[in-house]
T-cell receptor, first 112, second 113 residues
Framework: DAKTTQPPSMDCAEGRAANLPCNHS???????VYWYRQIHSQGPQYIIH???NNETNEMASLIITEDRKSSTLILPHATLRDTAVYYC?????????????FGAGTILRVKS | NAGVTQTPKFRILKIGQSMTLQCTQD?????MYWYRQDPGMGLKLIYY???????DKGEVPNGYNVSRSTTEDFPLRLELAAPSQTSVYFC????????????FGPGTRLTVT
């Protein structure tokens, strides 16, 4: 699986958009980009995933660059409850076992 | 659905003791996983299973054993607890090959002294 690089921490004002970057310059053509988050020692929670196109769901948007070497997770209106560690993971979609490899992630602090 | 449940929530073990961490899912998922998370670090995969009777090692399997006799249950066994196994343990499940989402349990916080 390709490696990912994320900033160790970011701050965001409540109500503003939070933009979390991720570099995955060695990503291969059949690898998806996944985002999970972990709120204060709870189990991680799936947010969104994408391959080539930008994706949006009720939680967030995922913007993937055309060369797929980087992506950005966007929380459009961050709340205090979005304070968490955010993990960017790349993985082959139909890999046996569907294993996830977690890095250190980005600590997002949403401040009032 | 309860999702993924784990017991116990907390446990303190003495060095050399044994214990089993329990994990159950009620979503009829084929795939199940055990991760550990040390302070300030990301999760590391210990073992995983792609179905009843099938298990395989992850990144950090040493000191642990698993079994999968039913679709619902995936217990993790520590035979001779060591301080290095002090960690938070998460169980997760996924529907199967090609599924994009893993569902995580609330975790078990284990201290070995």
């Amino acid at each position: 699986d390709a490696k990912t690089t994320q900033p160790p921490s970011m701050d965001c004002a409540e109500g503003r958009a939070a933009n979390l970057p991720c570099n995955h310059s060695t990503i291969s053509g059949n690898e998806y980009v996944y985002w999970y988050r972990q709120i204060h020692s709870q189990g991680p929670q799936y947010i969104i995933h994408g391959l080539k196109n930008n994706e949006t769901n009720e939680m967030a948007s995922l913007i993937i660059t055309e060369d797929r070497k980087s992506s950005t997770l966007i929380l459009p209106h961050a709340t205090l409850r979005d304070t968490a560690v955010y993990y960017c993971i790349v993985r082959v979609e139909r890999e046996y076992g569907n294993k996830l490899v977690f890095g250190a992630g980005t600590i997002l602090r949403v401040k009032s | 659905n309860a999702g993924v449940t784990q017991t116990p929530k907390f446990r303190i073990l003495k060095i050399g003791q044994s214990m089993t961490l329990q994990c159950t899912q009620d979503m009829n998922h084929n795939y199940m996983y055990w991760y550990r998370q040390d302070p300030g670090m990301g999760l590391k995969l210990i073992y995983y299973s792609v179905g009843a009777g099938i298990t395989d090692k992850g990144e950090v399997p040493n000191g642990y054993n698993v079994s999968r006799s039913t679709t619902e249950d995936f217990p993790l066994r520590l035979e001779l607890a060591a301080p290095s196994q002090t960690s938070v343990y998460f169980c997760a499940s996924a529907r199967g090959l090609g599924s994009h989402e893993q569902y995580f349990g609330p975790g078990t916080r284990l201290t070995v002294t």
